[in-house]
């Protein structure tokens, strides 16, 4: 650290570390805070959301109508192969977010494509779970418990499906824009995002697949 | 500035949800959080997985185990993937949180309590024919 660096309060080092008024620039590191903390409070409002269809779904999780139960429909191979792609998908996520932050176009680039590719693996697999079960009478309309496991978990592939279109964008406005401040605050909120579904994910395979099978 | 002062100006400031403070030039600490982060889910996802087709526990364990499972899994994935800690930074990062989860629990056992009771309470169909005659 030179003399003059550290007369001005900061540090290579630290520089991520220092508080807004120490810093150069510090107009940008409060508006990054003050993004990620509004994107939390939405965040927090959908995971509010989704307790709601969660709530639908354990009240109504008996009311097959004689219809078929969990147990006789869900295959947990591929809820297992589902999980792992969406915790490889969090993962890679956040190896893209380091990539932009340190600028590294091959590491955000490849990453985030590594996140796009999982996700739609994800959802081509639930997709396929849908259409099975479609085709064997077990769709929306056969019980109470059918219309709350397509709402919930629908929701949630709806969610990944639009987590998907945003990823590509941020992709896209990264190539076209570069790694500018208002990009990278973006691409946190996308971060933020991806991570909350794999969140919302881990809830529904423990409440509806692993209990709704062991049951 | 010296560094106790630093400190003080430290506890201050906040920190973005999911931003993990490391030095740009040796990313090398954000990874090993991610790695940990990743190691820890995938052994509660693979325990959550063999737990719920075991028979070598208990039967009524079962739901039990698979619920503490997940919440510690949910709690590895906001500590290491959205990078939610207990530090000063983040009491607002955490307030929010405990509030959402407040309102969550509050939904989840308000409609469950309700909806129970109610079903209890319920007359059967054969009963409510009895009635209107």
């Known amino acids: ?215 | 500035m010296s560094n106790s002062e630093r400190e003080s100006h430290r506890s201050y400031a906040d920190a973005a949800p999911g931003y993990e403070n490391f030095n740009a030039h040796e990313p090398a600490e954000a990874y090993r959080s991610y790695l940990v982060g990743l190691g820890l889910a995938t052994l509660l996802t693979i325990v959550s997985f063999f737990i719920s087709g075991t028979t070598l526990v208990w039967g009524p364990s079962i739901p039990v185990a698979l619920v503490v499972l997940a919440i510690a899994q949910m709690g590895v994935h906001l500590v290491f993937f959205l990078n939610i800690t207990t530090g000063p930074d983040n009491v607002n990062n955490v307030m929010a949180l405990a509030f959402g989860v407040l309102i969550v629990l509050l939904l989840l056992t308000g409609s469950l309590w309700i909806m129970a009771n109610l079903n209890h309470n319920m007359m059967s169909m054969d009963q409510m024919m009895q009635m209107q005659r």
């Not at chain 1, 499906?161 to 990278?184: C, E, H, N, S």
Request: proline letters at 2%; one cysteine or more.
């Open chain 1, 1 to 215: 650290m030179s003399a003059f660096e550290a007369a001005a309060g900061y540090d290579r080092e630290s520089l991520d570390r220092q508080p807004t008024a120490e810093r150069a620039g510090g107009e940008l590191m409060s508006k990054r805070i003050i993004v990620g903390y509004g994107f939390w409070i939405f965040l927090l409002s959908d995971i509010i959301m989704f307790s709601a269809f969660f709530a639908t779904y354990a009240v109504l999780v008996g009311a097959t109508a004689d219809g078929p139960s969990g147990r006789e429909l869900f295959d947990l191979r591929n809820v297992g192969i589902e999980t792992a792609f969406l915790l490889l998908s969090s993962f890679t996520c956040g190896l893209a977010s380091i990539g932009a932050r340190t600028h590294r176009g091959s590491w955000f680039y490849g990453a985030m494509s590594a996140t796009g590719i999982l996700g739609a693996a994800f959802l081509y697999i639930e997709v396929h779970e849908f259409a099975g079960m479609v085709a064997r009478g077990a769709g929306p309309t056969r019980s109470a418990f059918l219309s709350a496991f397509f709402t919930l978990v629908g929701c949630h592939g709806l969610h990944v499906t639009a987590g998907i279109l945003w990823l590509l964008t941020m992709m896209a406005q990264v190539f076209a824009k570069g790694y500018r401040p208002d990009i990278l605050r973006r691409v946190l909120c996308f971060g933020l995002f991806w991570h909350t579904l794999d969140i919302i994910w881990v809830a529904i395979f423990t409440m509806v697949y692993l209990m709704g099978v062991g049951q």
